[in-house]
């Protein structure tokens, strides 16, 4: 299986009038999406944000569970914190990627809207190339309102948004990527009589 990372970019993204802004990050995000990537096999987890005092935070919320006391009290915790790398762009994501596995990553991103110009990639066809393909994948998702038009510009392939029964459509970003990771990578259930 071809290595799987996720982004999780904070900035640039948009607001609901798309214009370009950075978020803030939470807690929640960190810890919850950390133990998500490692419960899916993820090898990296890469959190973006441009803002220093950001980084800084993440970076103390980590060492806390990876040095600290925490590591003592929660190993599990530990192991998933230890895939967490806090960079200050997405560009310092895909090199950081390409470092660890020894080549350029390809590029999905997610969205809870279409996006007109983005190549379609469909879930089935991506658990495909992961099965079959060594080229690591990076998996993009950003908070706000989504990623950048220039971000989204850049992607090798897009996938579907996570729609429910309903018309309202506004996951929080830790539950999305539950969901896309779990259509990606998890245990198939088998078919009824087979």
């Known amino acids: 299986m071809g290595a799987l990372h996720l982004a999780l970019v904070h ?4 607001n609901k009038r798309g214009e370009p ?3 803030a990050v939470t807690g929640l995000n960190v810890h919850d999406i950390a133990r998500t990537a490692a419960t899916y096999g993820l090898r990296g987890y890469h959190l973006v944000t441009p803002l220093l005092p950001q980084q800084r935070l ?5 060492a806390h569970w990876r040095e600290g006391h925490g590591a003592a009290y929660n190993p599990t915790r530990k192991t998933a914190l230890d895939l967490l790398r806090v960079t200050a762009t997405l560009e310092a ?17 997610t969205s809870a809207r279409p996006q007109a110009g983005v190549a379609a990639v469909r879930y089935g066809e991506l658990r495909r190339l992961l099965a079959g393909d060594p080229r690591p994948v990076l998996l993009i998702f950003g908070t ?7 971000a989204l510009g850049r992607v090798d392939g897009l996938l579907p948004p996570i729609q429910g029964p309903g018309d309202y459509n506004h996951l929080p970003v830790r539950a999305a990527v539950a969901v896309v990771l779990d259509r990606l990578v998890g ?8």
């Open 11 to 14: 900035g640039p993204v948009v």
């Open 21 to 23: 802004i950075t978020t």
């Open 58 to 62: 993440v970076e103390r919320i980590a």
């Open 93 to 109: 994501a895909m090199a950081d990627v390409a470092a660890r596995e020894g080549q350029t990553p390809r590029l999905v991103a």
């Open 144 to 150: 706000g309102w989504g990623l950048t038009p220039e």
């Open 187 to 194: 245990r198939q259930e088998a078919a009824p009589g087979s």
